[in-house]
């Protein structure tokens, strides 16, 4: 597909703008340098890369400029932890992103070599040119603008930048809470994702959690003859499906007691955004062969996707399965259920919640067993939020159109762990969209993106420095 760039970025009015088109080649050069390294974090025979990554951040962080430059020991990849503190009565913005990558493999589905990166049609293409290399020359070329032209920044700037993301993120709770003082400030800015589609840019402000459960039934020792028993005991597999069926209503609504009790409901302005996202119905359907939505009444089809919460059987099984017939009563039946949370839910809560339902919808002479298979925190930065509107005032002066608010169903685990750990509102302010491939052969930084994203954090900067 030949590069078509939807929308223009503009330049900066300071003299930053000659700066950054002054050292153009010298950061195309160092972004692939940067790009070379295969440091993909998941992979043992790679551990001394990602320390050359971490080594080759730090120089780079030295060179422009930044202070208390540190490759940190984390027990796993290091973190690479810098600062820039101008004034300490004005903001202080905490940078993260992750110089980790993902294996470049299937290799014979890449165009190129995923670590030999190259320029072609408008896209830098390489293995982490989008995620999450390429956000961080963003910062990095910023940061480099800002000391090169007014010898300073707006704000106080902390980097974080980590090793472990395409690896759970395995140490940096720990190292948080092991560093306060490096990761302390007003606000936290992940660059990791973040366009909606080509050039139009976007905030994702909410992020579901989710709680995942595993229930067991059994009713007898060994599967009974149902022509002999059925009628007399209960069915564990007919009784699963009636507790599962239990937890909705007729309009989808989850009947758990106490489920919705912490859901922050959504405000007009919540609503005015999903109804602003460029949704096509139709398309959405067609592309997963679907052919109607579903789910709780009152809600459009993205509000219930992205802001509310939700109930879903993975898995259900038991009994006979194999080809024809089988005349049984099943001794035992078992459901994988998942919860996609929104703020305030408590997952560990409402799995309690989830299991005490399920208990009380067991008939007699059924034995259940629910065991907890896995928690994650909701995230939302609310809309209004003076950080947000910052970051969405830049996006717009860099791109022309105003960011669309996007609230995923999924979830980027380290933007919870911030807001929960650091109580700092998180601005998911990322330069990819979707179509860039990450973590798949191609990955690709649109070009346009990548520039205009430097001229967007300069913008943001300058606008966080006038937040009281
Ligand atoms: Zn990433």
């Known amino acids: 597909m030949p590069y078509a760039p939807t929308l223009a970025w503009k330049g900066l009015e300071g003299p930053e703008e000659a700066h950054l088109v002054a050292t153009a080649t010298q950061r195309m050069a160092k972004y692939s340098e940067f790009l070379r390294i295969p440091s993909v974090s998941a992979l043992p025979e790679h551990a001394a890369d990602c320390r050359a990554a971490a080594e080759w951040l730090a120089v780079e962080l030295r060179r422009i400029g930044a202070e208390r430059v540190e490759v940190s020991e984390t027990g796993g990849h290091p973190i690479v932890v810098a600062e820039k503190i101008v004034d300490p009565s004005l903001p202080t913005v905490v940078v993260y992103g992750h110089y980790d990558v993902q294996p470049g493999d299937p290799l014979d589905l890449w165009k190129t070599s995923p670590f030999e990166p190259i320029v072609r049609d408008g896209r830098m293409l390489g293995r982490g040119s989008a995620d999450d290399k390429g956000q961080i020359v963003i910062h990095l070329s910023a940061l480099e603008a800002l000391v090169g032209t007014r010898g300073t920044l707006p704000v106080n700037v902390k980097y974080l930048f980590e090793g472990e993301e395409e690896s759970s993120s395995i140490n940096l709770e720990a190292w948080m809470a092991a560093n306060p003082e490096r990761c302390s400030g007003d606000a936290v800015i992940i660059s990791d994702s973040g366009f909606f589609d080509g050039n139009r840019p976007a905030l994702t402000v909410g992020l579901r959690g989710i709680t995942y459960i595993q229930v067991d039934v059994r009713a007898s020792d060994v599967d009974l003859h149902s022509g002999s028993y059925g009628g007399s005991v209960v069915n564990p597999a007919n009784a699963l499906a009636a507790m599962i069926a239990s937890l909705h209503d007729a309009n989808g609504r989850i009947t758990v007691p106490g489920f919705y009790d912490d859901v922050v409901e959504l405000t007009p302005a919540d609503r005015a955004a999903f109804a602003a996202l460029p949704f096509d119905e139709a398309n959405y359907l067609a592309g997963i062969g679907a052919s109607a939505t579903a789910g709780e009444s009152g809600f459009s089809t993205v509000e219930r996707r992205g802001g509310r919460p939700t109930l879903d059987v993975n898995g259900i099984w038991g009994g006979f399965t194999g080809d024809g017939s089988k005349t049984i009563i099943p001794a035992h039946a078992h459901a994988k259920i998942s919860c996609r949370l929104v703020t305030a839910q408590d997952p560990e809560k409402i799995s309690r919640q989830l299991e005490a339902a399920l208990r009380a919808a067991a008939p007699a002479g059924l034995h259940v067993e629910v065991q907890n298979l896995g928690n994650g925190d909701a995230f939302l930065t609310p809309l209004g939020d003076p950080y947000l509107t910052a970051a969405a005032g830049a996006l717009e002066a860099t ?30 302010l990322g330069f990819t969209p979707p179509d860039d491939n990450a973590h798949a052969p191609n990955e690709s930084m649109d070009l346009g993106n990548f520039e205009g994203g430097i001229r967007a954090v300069i913008r943001a900067l300058d606008a966080i420095a006038t937040i009281g």
Do not use: D
């Not at 159109?401 to 998911?428: D, H, M, N, T, W």
């Open 399 to 428: 791109f022309g159109v105003p960011p669309l608010y996007i609230r995923e169903g999924g979830s980027i685990p380290i933007a919870a762990l911030f807001q929960k750990r650091l109580g700092l509102p998180v601005v998911l």
